[in-house]
């Protein structure tokens, strides 16, 4: 039987992994899942994922491609549900064109950051928002985030530990609203930082979100933004903590959104040199 090409659709709760990368002695969900794949197959079977995610942070639509040959999609897809923990589901399986690849092909990535303003932190938003107590300024805090909006160079905002030569993004929408992906539409005091780009640096999302906060505060004034866009690195805010970040979504859309061959198509959420080929 001729090997496919698989797209594989997974959500994951990050909390108990060392990020999305399979890593030496470490629990990760590439890990995981590889594991799981091979023990299948009775062979070894490497996957490539959209983005690497950190240590952390979760996903509602991670994808990733492999090279498979055997079970059926569909039929994959129960085995796979069966086998792994309940931090990961896979969400769907399909065959793709075969020089298909997860991370090289995406058009864009979206990210949600929630944030928890309340005065006591909720128990059962702990796992899913940065607890911050206070109440901030919405219009602000919309404004000043919609700077980020465009093609720009977004070296300001990346972390040390993975420097990449070509640090120019394009973010195609940016928003900051009340609610949040993991808690009840009418659950006040909860905020979330919506972003739409076809590639981010390392860390820069989680960046972003704690110059929010440090804006709110007022530490930084409303142009920081802008300001760190034209000074370049170093990245000189706070970094939010990982639990708050999803990955939303990956698209694949034949119909490119502007400026989507202006720059790399991919991330540096994780920091690596490693390329693994599904």
Request: aromatic share 10%; hydrophobic share 40%.
């Amino acid at each position: 039987m001729n090997p496919t090409t698989l797209k594989c659709t997974v959500r994951y709760d990050g909390t108990n992994f060392s990020g999305w990368q399979r890593q030496d002695n470490q629990r990760t969900v590439q890990g995981e899942i590889e594991a799981a794949l091979s023990k299948i197959a009775n062979r070894a079977v490497t996957i490539q994922g959209a983005g690497r995610t950190d240590a952390g942070v979760h996903a509602l639509g991670q994808v990733f491609s492999c090279r498979w040959r055997g079970t059926p999609p569909q039929r994959l897809a129960h085995a796979l549900s069966r086998m792994l923990k309940p931090e990961i589901r896979i969400e769907s399986i399909e065959q793709a064109a075969p020089d298909f690849n997860a991370r090289f092909d995406a058009v864009d990535k979206s990210y949600h950051y929630t944030f928890d303003f309340n005065r006591f932190p909720d128990p059962l938003l702990a796992r899913y928002a940065w607890h911050m107590p206070g109440t901030p300024d919405l219009d602000l805090l919309k404004q000043c985030l919609s700077q980020v909006v465009g093609t720009h160079d977004f070296a300001g905002f990346q972390s040390a530990g993975n420097q990449m030569k070509n640090t120019v993004r394009t973010i195609f929408s940016a928003d900051f609203a009340p609610g949040g992906l993991m808690v009840a539409p009418a659950m006040e005091g909860v905020y979330s930082m919506k972003l739409r780009g076809n590639g981010f640096l390392y860390r820069m999302v989680r960046n972003l979100a704690g110059t929010l906060v440090e804006i709110a505060r007022g530490r930084f004034g409303a142009d920081f933004i802008t300001e760190s866009l034209l000074r370049g690195g170093p990245f000189l805010g706070m970094c939010a903590p990982a639990h708050g970040l999803v990955m939303v979504n990956v698209n694949y859309d034949t119909e490119p959104p502007p400026h989507r061959h202006e720059i790399p198509l991919h991330d540096e959420m994780f920091p690596s040199n490693m390329d693994l080929l599904g």
